[in-house]
């Protein structure tokens, strides 16, 4: 049955069915294997079950909180500070776009609008500066990873609703996986920089200006904050952070008088927009989800890694490399929602904590992001740098081998996830 609706789910994306109806077909198909008579009964119960989640209300509130910080004007402050923090090194503003990640990640959760957001206005400077357009490209989609990491991110909080682990817990998980992962891309910026001697543009810039720009991206530094400390002091849950952050960087927005009331309605749109997508996707996956476990799909996987329950390590690579092997073919919202419900008994049978699974998980899917074939972020940052997505996949490899070694050490060194929420409690 799961090799059919394998088969199946892969014939409609190859023939351009949209995603959510290529899995909703799936499913049928895998209920007329198990009892057709659930079709009517079972498939519209957990079509809207599976996007029945308060917690999943979180969701569209941090895509608004993204939409309104770039239409507020708060990302070209955000890349301001960072064009002073790092921009005199070699290779400036190749730092400067994975600087402006970790800033960007820390409102909006998505790599996707990371790519969007910051492509548009830093590959045209790093071309100018004398990068190869392949390169600008690759490291705006690579550094983009970091979006969906540190927190708040649109997996984890899928994570957690899946396995009722708890959202601050990850959040706080995933603060120094990106802050590694960031690091990492700005090695590789600085190797590229160093092997075809990229000039240095200007000194450390003075202290006031440095000051001015710290003074003038403050409220979208504290937005961060706002998120992670209200939900780990149980202020707020994660649903009220995110409406707390969009009203927060929207009133940011008009007291700078950058936020106009066409801008707001127009990034309300794009919420709608994506979120409609996203949730599509969802309660499509959650149907097949229910079915294989109906099947006992999971029972059976945990029973064929059952030999290496006493090796966590190697669990983990199993579950990265089915993982990243998935994401290649499959959009990672629904890769999320339809792997977790499996691999979770897997990790609990082999005593791994569910805070660290789910970074290990988080990390896979964004992995994928830009991966060929599917990989979004590289198609949006092939738009935006007008470049041939062909030539881009060609070149996009050094940044998901160096993505992959993040991941290879977070699961070697579990501290570097645990250590964070385990200090915090």
């Known amino acids: 049955m799961t090799l059919v609706m394998l088969l199946v789910f892969l014939a409609h994306v190859l023939l351009g069915l949209p995603l959510f109806l290529a899995l909703l077909t799936t499913a049928v198909v895998g209920f007329l294997f198990v009892d057709p008579s659930m079709i009517g009964r079972i498939m519209p119960q957990q079509f809207f079950g599976g996007i029945n989640v308060f917690s999943l209300m979180a969701i569209p509130l941090f895509i608004l909180a993204g939409n309104l910080m770039n239409a507020s004007g708060l990302t070209e402050r955000l890349m301001r500070l960072a064009k002073l923090l790092v921009g005199h090194l070699r290779g400036g503003v190749g730092h400067v776009n994975v600087v402006s990640s970790v800033f960007f990640a820390g409102v909006n959760g998505s790599a996707v609008a990371d790519t969007s957001a910051l492509g548009s206005l830093l ?11 392949a390169f600008a ?18 997996f984890m909080i899928l994570y957690a609703s899946l396995t009722n682990t708890s959202v601050g817990s990850l959040f706080l998980a995933g603060v120094i996986p990106g802050l590694i992962l960031g690091i990492a891309f700005m090695g590789l910026n600085a190797w590229y920089a160093w092997k075809h001697q990229l000039k240095k543009q200007g000194g450390f810039p003075p202290l006031k200006l440095l000051a001015v720009a710290t003074l003038g991206a403050m409220p979208a530094l504290v937005a961060p904050f706002i998120i992670v400390a209200g939900i780990v002091m149980g202020i707020v849950t994660p649903t009220e952070s995110g409406a707390l952050t969009a009203a927060y960087v929207a009133l940011c927005g008009m007291l700078l008088g950058q936020l106009s009331l066409r801008a707001l309605w127009q990034a309300i749109k794009n919420t709608a927009r994506l979120t409609s997508a996203i949730f599509l996707i ?8 229910w079915l294989l476990s109906y099947a006992q799909v999971p029972a059976q996987f945990v029973e064929l890694l059952a030999p290496y329950v006493d090796k966590p390590v190697m669990i983990l690579l199993i579950l990265s490399l089915i993982t990243f092997i998935t994401g290649m073919f499959m959009e990672e919202v629904s890769a999320l929602m339809l792997l977790t419900p499996i691999f979770a008994p897997i990790a609990m049978m082999a005593g791994i904590d569910p805070v660290h699974l789910g970074i290990i998980i988080t990390l896979n899917i964004t992995i994928a992001l830009i991966t060929p074939p599917m990989g979004a972020c590289v198609f949006v940052a092939a738009a935006v740098s007008r470049i041939e997505i062909v030539e881009l ?22 501290a570097l996830t645990l250590w964070l929420p385990n200090t915090l409690g």
């Open 137 to 154: 490209a690759g490291l705006t989609a690579g550094s983009s990873l970091i979006g969906p990491i540190i927190p708040p991110s649109i």
């Open 282 to 289: 969802m309660a499509a996956s959650a149907t097949i989800s």
């Open 123 to 133: 590959v045209p400077a790093m071309k100018k500066e004398g990068y190869s357009t």
């Open 393 to 414: 996949f060609k070149t996009i490899w050094p940044f998901v081998l160096t993505a992959i070694l993040v991941l290879l050490l977070l699961i070697l060194f579990p």
